[in-house]
């Protein structure tokens, strides 16, 4: 089985200033790590996911992800934040490959923009 | 672009009532699920079916049941509803193509039980 844990329920930064949202994962077999948003009264949308291969990660709206097996994280960054950034993050992990459809998601984080 | 809706957005219910929340996908995906969100509990698996007729238990299954009569709509049912049951659900589709477990969410329904 699969866990992942987000230390920070929340994180306020202010405008323009980098951010990083941290996810450790607990599996014993290989996984694909996945980060999904969610703006206020919407669904989860996907930012972006690591299933093999290069270990950074770039997905959607200038965010990245390093996989870093050896220390089981999975940490999202962006360089420079926007008030449109507000919202909640949410990591998610499941076992690689067929057969293991179901992803087990972290408490989220939830990142306030300061103007 | 992958479109899942649910139902309806807002639903507020008494206690006891049958409630029905309906999902549909329109991407021809195998895999359908049921989640719910609470703060400071992030998403926990209620239901999943991996094809028509087909369910596995989630997380957190008690009180609620599930239907899939066809690919493109997976229903939640509330038997009883009750005040605990307060809470946003949402729903998501994937494909098993490519074994890649990437899943689609639609809006979500805050669901209010008083």
């Known amino acids: 089985a699969q866990s992942v844990t987000q230390l920070d329920s929340q994180v306020p930064v202010f405008e323009e200033a980098p951010v990083e949202l941290r996810c450790n994962y607990s599996s014993s077999v290989s996984v694909y790590l996945f980060w999904y948003v969610q703006y206020p009264n919407q669904g989860l949308q996907l930012l972006l996911k690591y299933l093999s291969g290069s270990t950074l990660v770039k997905g959607i709206n200038g965010f990245e992800a390093e996989f870093n097996k050896s220390q089981t994280s999975f940490h999202l960054r962006k360089p420079s934040v926007h008030i449109s950034d507000t919202a909640e993050y949410f990591c998610a992990v499941s076992a690689g490959g067929f057969g293991n459809e179901k992803l087990t998601f972290g408490t989220g984080t939830r990142l306030t923009i300061i103007p | ?114």
């Open chain 2, 1 to 114: 672009d992958v479109k899942v809706t649910q139902s309806s957005r807002y639903l507020v219910k008494r206690t006891g009532e049958k409630v029905f929340l309906e999902c549909v996908q329109d991407m021809d995906h195998e895999n359908m699920f049921w989640y719910r969100q609470d703060p400071g509990l992030g998403l926990r698996l209620i239901y999943f079916s991996y094809d028509v007729k087909m369910k596995e238990k989630g997380d957190i299954p008690e009180g609620y049941s599930v239907s899939r009569e066809k690919k493109e709509r997976f229903s939640l049912i509330l038997e009883s509803a009750s005040t605990n049951q307060t809470s946003m659900y949402l729903c998501a589709s994937s494909s098993i193509a490519g074994g890649r477990n990437e899943q689609y969410f639609g809006p979500g329904t805050r669901l209010t039980v008083t």
